[in-house]
């Protein structure tokens, strides 16, 4: 595993922190998956690979068959295989991805956590609530009604026990007063007999699992899931304690961070398919990190297609930062705000913590000063403070909407929240008109969302176009044809448009007087329900849309090579030249060409001219070497091979020899690029420095 990345220490507040770390034994583990229709062929190989590196355990992570072992490894959707450090993870991670048995393989690496009823601490500690201008331990002066309106909407629903709640944190307090009879019970399970009499794969998992230590036990062993548990649910109006925001929901204990709060990726992606396979509506994730895993898009995209809304903290430090889960597109991202609705800064929290923001937030929640339960006694509470405890807010008030109407879908609620949230209430500079990369859609109003769950409004925003390509100077007509409900319509044309903005259903003619590809937008709203919806398209005007050859730069003689550039709208003819000696065998006035290179060695030049409809050409390039030393396994094998030329590069472009799979990180270990391909575009992002990682090498690209 990675070593100690970005440590920070825990202060009086739990914060959420991200970080990469060893693993605490003598053992690391792969993700893996095998690709559909895997034969028996390749299980052998499969097995000879875990033998070859004394693989000491597989375990499938969400299966769909449990039938026998060898069905549930062939229908897993995340495999973890675990070898002894003795071994080297780089040479064996590599092995495994050359084998072509697999659709992903990667390394698994730890995250880290991210805190008017009759309850007795409502009034006094709960201002986001119902704020009065609360002045409590925060440190800023609270605003008037900068708070979620819950009080208003407890009076449509508190909650439905039918719905569950996944707390994916570490571990409850089970017996503490704000959850009696509110934990989630497996009712398919005989308590204490220590049989699977569910046959799911877990032994007496009667409230949930720990998936730290793999038993039954999914007791808190830190306190911040205790307290995540009881912002989003702790029991209100029942006289004692605080009322968190879904009265009863029953809540899935889900164990994934121990008790430093740090946690494997393998056990958490792990949690999400028994969640989601044992019944959950909503989740909710107080954790994270920096680095995007496909084992673990593929277990949110699970939950989703089942019905489930995750829901996860954009974390900590202040920054413009996408961290994971958060960051995954069927995640719904949560920022943190103060009791002014101001974003959580580290210029208002002493430098201690601050909300990461960035085109992924979805919405704010009130996030410093949290008043909630603890574990170190079943009465107890106390304040946090950090995105962690903003989640939940939202986790809640998702499982109150859920509540509703079941039948609601991930997208459903989640569209619901955004567009129920108060926009502009924030900082002026940060909280702007709609969608803002600070506050995202806004900070949420629980009441205002039942308001619209409640709704029959279905707002659809639509529009059709006359053409995709035009020439410049060309008209092209917009026409809309959204719901009937909308009664406000914006578009915006793009740049170079005439006109470049109109308001009402059209049809609206617009000539574009600059070449490229225009973003096109079309908002509608309901003024009754403030629901809002968007709708992006984008149309092509004259060239500047050639993309660069994708395509092996080294090549052997008497071999075949395919190579192309994407397809663009509008384009008429593609014309390909490429090196004497070699022949296009298919594809030659296409995007894709299949090429023969017979027997002239040397570096040389592929290049393809395109013409549009316009009359007008766009031309691009790609250098290749031709080997006389090349075998078909080299060839095969290229792939592996990290030179990178020119570098430094002054324009920040760099090329690889071939088509690989790279990621890009800054200075401070941020990553800024996941892609395949054979170019590295750096052009559009600041510094100096930045670092190239493939297949577990890493290679420094100065500009």
Same mark, same amino acid.
């Given at each position: 595993?990675?070593?100690?990345? +970005?440590?920070?220490?825990?202060?009086?507040?739990?914060?959420?922190?991200?970080?990469?770390?060893?693993?605490?034994?003598?053992?690391?583990?792969?993700?893996?998956?095998?690709?559909?229709?895997?034969?028996?062929?390749?299980?052998?190989?499969?097995?000879?690979?875990?033998?070859?590196?004394?693989?000491?355990?597989?375990?499938?992570?969400?299966? #769909?068959?449990?039938?026998?072992?060898?069905?549930?490894?062939?229908?897993?959707?995340?495999?973890?295989?675990?070898?002894?450090?003795?071994?080297?993870?780089?040479? !064996?991670? *590599?092995?495994?991805?050359?084998?072509?048995?697999?659709?992903?393989?990667?390394?698994?690496?730890?995250?880290?956590?991210?805190? !008017?009823?009759?309850?007795?601490?409502?009034?006094?500690?709960?201002?986001?609530?119902? +704020?009065?201008?609360?002045?409590?331990?925060?440190?800023?002066?609270?605003?008037?009604?900068?708070?979620?309106?819950?009080?208003?909407?407890?009076?449509?629903?508190?909650?439905?026990?039918?719905?569950?709640?996944?707390?994916?944190?570490?571990?409850?307090?089970?017996?503490?007063?704000?959850?009696?009879?509110?934990?989630?019970? +497996?009712?398919? &399970?005989?308590?204490?007999?220590?049989?699977?009499?569910?046959?799911?794969?877990?032994?007496?998992?009667?409230?949930?699992?720990?998936?730290?230590?793999?038993?039954?036990?999914?007791?808190?062993?830190?306190?911040?899931?205790?307290?995540?548990?009881?912002?989003?649910?702790?029991?209100?109006?029942?006289?004692?304690?605080?009322?968190?925001?879904?009265?009863?929901?029953?809540?899935?204990?889900?164990?994934?961070?121990?008790?430093?709060?740090?946690?494997?990726? *393998?056990?958490? %992606?792990?949690?999400?398919?028994?969640?989601?396979?044992?019944?959950?509506?909503?989740?909710?994730?107080?954790?994270?990190?920096?680095?995007?895993?496909?084992?673990?898009?593929?277990?949110?995209?699970?939950?989703?297609?089942?019905?489930?809304?995750?829901?996860?903290?954009?974390?900590?430090?202040?920054?413009?930062?996408?961290?994971?889960?958060?960051?995954?597109?069927?995640?719904?991202?949560?920022?943190?705000?103060? $009791?002014?609705?101001?974003?959580?800064?580290?210029?208002?929290?002493?430098?201690?913590?601050? *909300?990461?923001?960035?085109?992924?937030?979805?919405?704010?929640?009130?996030?410093?000063?949290?008043?909630?339960?603890?574990?170190?006694?079943?009465?107890?509470?106390?304040?946090?403070?950090?995105?962690?405890?903003?989640?939940?807010?939202?986790?809640?008030?998702?499982?109150?909407?859920?509540?509703?109407?079941?039948?609601?879908?991930?997208?459903?609620?989640?569209?619901?929240?955004?567009?129920?949230?108060?926009?502009?209430?924030?900082?002026?500079?940060?909280?702007?008109?709609?969608?803002?990369?600070?506050?995202?859609?806004?900070?949420?109003?629980?009441?205002?969302?039942?308001?619209?769950?409640?709704?029959?409004?279905?707002?659809?925003?639509?529009?059709?176009? #006359?053409?995709?390509?035009?020439?410049?100077?060309?008209?092209?007509?917009?026409?809309?044809?959204?719901?009937?409900?909308?009664?406000?319509?914006?578009?915006?044309?793009?740049?170079?448009?005439?006109?470049?903005?109109?308001?009402?259903?059209?049809?609206?003619?617009?000539?574009?007087?600059?070449?490229?590809?225009?973003?096109?937008?079309? &908002?509608?709203?309901?003024?009754?329900?403030?629901?809002?919806?968007?709708?992006?398209?984008?149309?092509?005007?004259?060239?500047?849309?050639?993309?660069?050859?994708?395509?092996?730069?080294?090549?052997?003689?008497?071999?075949?090579?395919?190579?192309?550039?994407?397809?663009?709208?509008?384009?008429?003819?593609? %014309?390909?030249?490429? $090196?004497?000696?070699?022949?296009?065998?298919?594809?030659?006035?296409?995007?894709?060409?299949?090429?023969?290179?017979?027997?002239?060695?040397?570096?040389?030049?592929?290049?393809?001219?395109?013409?549009?409809?316009?009359?007008?050409?766009?031309?691009?390039?790609?250098?290749?070497?031709?080997?006389?030393?090349?075998?078909?396994?080299?060839?095969?094998?290229? *792939?592996?091979?990290?030179?990178?030329?020119?570098?430094?590069?002054?324009?920040?472009?760099?090329?690889?020899?071939?088509?690989?799979?790279?990621?890009?990180?800054?200075?401070?270990?941020?990553?800024?690029?996941?892609?395949?391909?054979?170019?590295?575009?750096?052009?559009?992002?600041?510094?100096?420095?930045?670092?190239?990682?493939?297949?577990?090498?890493?290679?420094?690209?100065?500009?």
């Amino acid at each position: 595993m990675n070593t100690l990345k +970005n440590c920070f220490s825990l202060t009086v507040l739990l914060f959420f922190i991200s970080l990469s770390i060893s693993s605490q034994d003598n053992t690391y583990s792969l993700l893996v998956a095998l690709k559909k229709g895997t034969s028996p062929e390749a299980m052998i190989k499969f097995k000879a690979l875990n033998n070859r590196f004394n693989s000491i355990s597989m375990r499938s992570l969400g299966s #769909s068959d449990k039938s026998t072992e060898e069905q549930s490894i062939l229908t897993s959707r995340v495999i973890r295989l675990k070898f002894l450090t003795t071994t080297d993870k780089i040479v !064996v991670k *590599s092995e495994y991805e050359k084998s072509n048995l697999f659709k992903f393989v990667e390394l698994d690496h730890a995250s880290k956590g991210n805190i !008017v009823p009759n309850d007795p601490f409502f009034s006094e500690n709960q201002y986001y609530h119902l +704020n009065n201008g609360y002045d409590g331990v925060v440190g800023v002066e609270g605003k008037a009604d900068a708070d979620m309106d819950t009080d208003l909407a407890w009076d449509i629903t508190t909650g439905n026990e039918n719905v569950v709640l996944g707390v994916f944190d570490s571990g409850l307090r089970l017996d503490h007063e704000e959850f009696v009879g509110r934990v989630w019970v +497996n009712e398919d &399970e005989i308590p204490g007999n220590g049989i699977d009499d569910d046959n799911n794969g877990y032994i007496d998992d009667i409230n949930g699992w720990d998936f730290v230590n793999d038993d039954n036990d999914p007791s808190d062993d830190n306190r911040h899931g205790t307290v995540v548990a009881g912002i989003a649910a702790a029991t209100g109006n029942n006289g004692v304690g605080i009322a968190g925001m879904d009265w009863k929901c029953k809540i899935m204990v889900l164990k994934v961070l121990d008790d430093r709060i740090d946690g494997l990726i *393998s056990n958490e %992606i792990e949690a999400i398919f028994y969640a989601v396979d044992n019944g959950i509506h909503i989740g909710n994730m107080s954790f994270g990190g920096l680095e995007r895993l496909d084992s673990f898009q593929e277990a949110v995209d699970y939950a989703e297609s089942k019905g489930v809304l995750l829901i996860a903290a954009t974390g900590n430090e202040g920054e413009e930062i996408a961290q994971f889960p958060a960051a995954y597109s069927s995640v719904m991202a949560v920022g943190a705000s103060h $009791p002014d609705d101001t974003r959580v800064t580290k210029a208002t929290t002493r430098g201690n913590f601050g *909300s990461n923001y960035g085109d992924h937030v979805d919405v704010l929640a009130p996030g410093s000063g949290i008043f909630s339960s603890r574990i170190v006694r079943s009465n107890a509470y106390g304040f946090f403070g950090g995105t962690s405890f903003s989640s939940p807010m939202v986790a809640g008030l998702a499982c109150l909407i859920k509540g509703l109407d079941l039948t609601k879908t991930p997208q459903e609620i989640r569209a619901i929240i955004q567009n129920s949230a108060e926009d502009e209430v924030g900082d002026p500079k940060e909280d702007t008109a709609g969608f803002d990369k600070f506050y995202g859609f806004g900070r949420i109003n629980a009441h205002k969302a039942l308001l619209l769950a409640q709704s029959n409004f279905n707002l659809n925003a639509e529009f059709n176009v #006359s053409k995709n390509f035009i020439c410049k100077d060309e008209t092209v007509t917009f026409t809309n044809s959204s719901s009937e409900n909308a009664t406000s319509l914006k578009w915006t044309f793009g740049e170079g448009a005439s006109p470049a903005t109109a308001v009402g259903n059209g049809p609206h003619n617009v000539t574009y007087t600059s070449k490229g590809f225009k973003s096109v937008i079309l &908002e509608v709203k309901n003024s009754e329900t403030r629901d809002a919806e968007v709708k992006r398209e984008f149309i092509g005007v004259g060239t500047g849309f050639l993309e660069n050859i994708s395509g092996p730069r080294l090549v052997g003689i008497n071999q075949t090579a395919t190579y192309s550039v994407a397809p663009v709208e509008g384009i008429e003819e593609y %014309i390909w030249s490429i $090196p004497s000696g070699a022949t296009i065998i298919s594809g030659k006035l296409t995007n894709t060409i299949e090429v023969k290179f017979d027997n002239q060695a040397g570096n040389e030049e592929i290049s393809v001219l395109i013409i549009n409809e316009c009359g007008e050409e766009e031309f691009t390039d790609i250098l290749i070497e031709i080997s006389t030393t090349l075998s078909t396994k080299e060839n095969d094998l290229s *792939s592996s091979q990290i030179t990178v030329f020119p570098n430094p590069s002054s324009k920040g472009l760099f090329y690889l020899y071939n088509s690989q799979k790279y990621s890009v990180y800054d200075v401070r270990g941020r990553i800024l690029l996941k892609e395949e391909g054979v170019l590295v575009d750096l052009r559009n992002y600041s510094g100096n420095i930045f670092f190239l990682k493939i297949s577990g090498k890493t290679i420094k690209l100065l500009r």
